[in-house]
């Protein structure tokens, strides 16, 4: 068993398989914090309070949650593939990202990565952001109440997955980059200032209730 721990976040292994944690290894520098992966990781536990990045590998079947209660917590994977796993939020403006640092999402040179997510953000400005060409299949994405802004790059594929707004009257932002598979994509509790963004074209409220809720094949239940 090993605990990783740093001002960003608290990382315990108490459920990965020994030759697992052997995969593991835990760098903190003055700006981030960073769990890299040779393998497969399974079964971790995360709080993260400032900025965790994952890299390399798979990271399966864990949990990670946002323990601040202020700032921009954010949690990032670069070059490695996130799935079955859960991501729980607070009240603070959290941020979630597949692929690189936010300047850097249309760097054709970054790795892509996949993912099987079930988040829930909470309260809060919260941002989730995916590189270009990621897989976010049958995912679940609660955003919960506050502005949130929700971006995927090009040609990723969310076929299947279902994103709730939030139940509130702030004005949230949904946008896919061209080529992104959108098979069986559903957006709940859009809002009448809520903002939907398809390969260059913005749809408001009105828009998608004149197009009978469906746009671009996309399925949107307005609030």
Known sequence: ????????????TDLTPVE??????YIDTPTQSVLTNAG????LTGEVTGFLGLSGGVFTKSDFTFASVSGRPTLQAVGATVEKTSITGGDANEIFRIGGPEVEFSDPKLPSGTARLDSKLGEGNDSLRFLNKTSEKS??????KGADTVTFGKKANLSGTTIKLGADSDADKITFQSGVTTEG?????????DELSVGGKTYTYQDIKKAG???DGITVRLD
């Not at 697992?20 to 290894?25: D, T």
């Not at 497969?40 to 079964?43: E, Q």
């Open 20 to 25: 697992e944690q052997a995969n593991l290894s």
């Open 213 to 215: 809720g469906v746009v």
């Open 1 to 12: 068993m090993a605990t990783f721990i740093s001002k960003d976040a608290v990382i315990t």
């Open 185 to 193: 994509v559903k957006i709940t509790q859009f809002g009448r200032d």
């Open 139 to 144: 995912s679940t994405f609660d955003m919960g």
């Open 40 to 43: 497969t990781a399974s079964s």
